[in-house]
């Protein structure tokens, strides 16, 4: 039963997929694929981190967009408005996916009054133009989530398929 | 010789290759070296005012070079060098 005296969002989720524009050849087929747990894992840790914009990376196969491990980090800009994924982190967990043939595929943050669509500090700081950047938003009581590729400054929505 | 690890977005620059060995006793020498050997990487890890980027990490084994001696930190034949991007955005 939900708290009225708690203002955080609840821990349901809406995932959302909606055509894709019109983009490059790598955009038009790209899918993200999940499982249910880990859907509920990026948002469970997003609204621990609330206020804060919570964050973390996506390990899996590269090639094919399919998620192996959710990996929270630590938010160290510790910000309602802004994210940095602890870099400490970021190196262990690159290294760790290496290890079991995996590689960071991924990006998800958390946009705490927004809607889950990359702004223009999130297009702008991309740094990988190879990986799946996934918005989950608390705007709503009902948290949104939503996957983009981001090529320079063309955005593109992929499908998010839950396994 | 020090290896160097680079993040997939740099590898293009490198022949594909995730990981090169380059000569450096210093992390700006192992830099210097590398962008001399792969010239597409030139401006992408240094400023022009000889600053390391401020998106990008650099780790030397398992340590932040920024919280060591930063460009001048000394750097053995065996170590590692990680280059990894910045990871930040955010709805501001």
Redesign the interface.
């Known amino acids: 039963m939900k708290d009225l005296s708690d203002d955080r969002p609840a821990a349901a989720v809406q995932p959302e997929s909606d055509p894709m524009p019109p983009g490059t050849a790598e955009m038009k087929c790209s899918v993200l694929h999940l499982t249910v747990s880990q859907l509920d894992e990026m948002i469970a840790h997003c609204l621990r981190a609330y206020p804060e ?1 919570g ?1 973390g ?1 996506l390990t899996g196969h ?1 090639t094919t967009g399919t998620v192996a491990k959710i990996q929270p980090t630590r938010n160290v ?1 510790a ?1 309602a ?5 602890d ?2 982190e ?2 262990r967990i ?1 290294r760790a996916a290496e290890a079991e043939g995996n ?1 960071v595929i991924g ?1 998800f ?1 958390s ?4 809607d889950p669509y ?2 223009p ?2 297009v702008s ?6 990986w799946h950047y996934v918005l989950v938003s608390l705007r709503q009581e009902v948290a949104s989530v939503r996957s983009y590729r981001i090529i320079g400054e063309e955005v593109a929505e992929e499908p998010i398929e839950v396994h | 010789m020090p290896e160097v690890n680079l993040p997939n977005l740099l590898r293009s620059h490198a022949g594909g290759q995730r990981s090169v060995r380059v000569e450096g006793a210093t992390i700006a020498e192992v830099l210097e070296t590398l962008q001399g050997e792969y010239p597409g990487l030139s401006g992408q890890l240094v400023t022009s005012e000889g600053d390391l980027h401020r998106f990008v990490n650099v780790y030397l084994n398992d340590d932040d070079v920024r919280y060591m001696e930063k460009l001048d930190t000394k750097v053995q034949p065996d170590d590692t060098v990680s280059i990894l991007p910045a990871v930040a955005g955010g709805a501001q």
């Open positions: 914009e964050c990376l590269a800009a910000s408005q802004v994210y940095t994924v870099p400490a970021h190196l690159d590689s990006v943050h946009h705490t009054h927004t990359p702004s500090t999130d700081q991309a740094p990988e133009p190879s």
